[in-house]
Nanobody
Framework: QVQLVESGGGLVQSGGSLRLSCAAS????????MGWFRQAPGKEREFAAA???????TYAASLKGRFTISRDHAKNTVYLQMSNLKPEDTAVYYC??????????????WGQGTQVTVSS
């Protein structure tokens, strides 16, 4: 059974940093591109970042420079390092895995999400 479990969300002050983790199981991790999406209240799901199976990163233009995606193949885990957080970053963050794509249309599998709240 494929399972993606996010962790690391929480309440952070504006300007702070946070690192999200997504632990994958039930799949061959090295064969999948991994990504992060977010969904703010009342908004559509938004692509944030993705990383290919050979560790090439892709970012939403508005987030590049503040967010960094990485993966640890030994731990079957993908990370999203978020810095200089803003209230606009408040959302539920979802982890995704895809066999072929790394971008806005990816998503063979999804995690349950982790809440990130940035106070002003």
């Amino acid at each position: 059974q494929v399972q993606l479990v996010e962790s690391g969300g929480g309440l952070v002050q504006s300007g702070g940093s946070l690192r999200l983790s997504c632990a994958a199981s039930g799949l061959t991790f090295s064969r999948y591109g991994m990504g992060w999406f977010r969904q703010a209240p009342g908004k559509e799901r938004e692509f944030a970042a993705a990383i290919s199976r050979n560790s090439v990163g892709t970012y939403a233009a508005s987030l590049k420079g503040r967010f960094t995606i990485s993966r640890d193949h030994a731990k079957n885990t993908v990370y999203l390092q978020m810095s200089n957080l803003k209230p606009e970053d408040t959302a539920v963050y979802y982890c995704a895995a895809d066999m072929r794509q790394v971008g806005p249309d990816m998503g063979d599998y999804w995690g349950q999400g982790t809440q990130v709240t940035v106070s002003s």
